[in-house]
């Protein structure tokens, strides 16, 4: 199966590159290119691409009201969110929006084609190193949480495995990390969303946040 993918940059060089590297893929197809988020949105609608790589600082309309956009209009297309270091805050908003994950522009290629096939299949994408500057840079001003309710159905083991995706860690860097097979670490992530009743990993980081989620 062919993944359709639009291009979302007003940057054109940025889009050339990534339309090359994309284009020389025999299962990824660019169907298109948007300098601006308004645009992005109604070739989306006309387009109906199965993932829309989503630059967040553009003009007309930035890449968060694009996706909220997107999502709101019920299409099946995923955003995946494109940012730099210095711009981590909008990430979070992105994420809250619905994108189904975030990657920095300076992702190897090859990371970028993981990228693209894993949300094309509905799974979400959380790039390590912003997950983990992202909590750094916003657990000093997190509030306390709405109360311990949700947390309290976890026990021990997923409590730290909880802290340890929302950190942006893979079952492998968790497994490792507590000394677990990949197998367990991925039941009790699968617990953890069923309990939570979360979507996926990327959700996991938003509940983190919103609960001022701290190991114990």
Do not use: C, W
């Amino acid at each position: 199966m062919t993944i359709s993918v639009l291009l979302v940059d007003d940057q054109p060089l940025l889009s050339l590159g990534f339309r090359l590297v994309l284009e020389a893929q025999p299962d990824i197809k660019v169907v298109g290119e948007a300098p601006d988020g308004a645009k992005a949105v109604a070739m989306t609608r006309a387009l109906e691409p199965d993932v829309v790589l989503m630059d967040i600082r553009m003009p007309v309309m930035d890449g968060i009201e694009a996706t909220r956009a997107i999502v709101a209009s019920g299409s099946a297309s995923r955003s995946l969110v494109l940012t730099t270091f210095d711009l981590d805050e909008y990430v979070y908003a992105a994420l809250r929006a619905g994108a189904s994950g975030f990657l920095l522009k300076d992702v190897p290629p090859a990371d970028l084609l993981s990228a693209i096939r894993a949300v094309a299949g509905g799974h979400a994408v959380v790039a390590p190193a912003v997950t983990r500057r992202l909590l750094e840079r916003f657990a000093p001003m997190l509030p306390s949480g709405s109360g311990p309710a949700p947390l309290e159905q976890l026990t021990a083991r997923e409590r730290e495995v909880l802290d340890l995706v929302a950190r942006g860690l893979t079952n492998t860097e968790i497994a490792g990390r507590l000394v677990l097979s990949e197998a367990t670490v991925k039941a009790h992530v699968g617990r953890l969303l069923a309990k939570l009743q979360l979507r996926d990993r990327v959700q996991i980081v938003i509940f983190a946040y919103d609960n001022g989620f701290r190991s114990i």
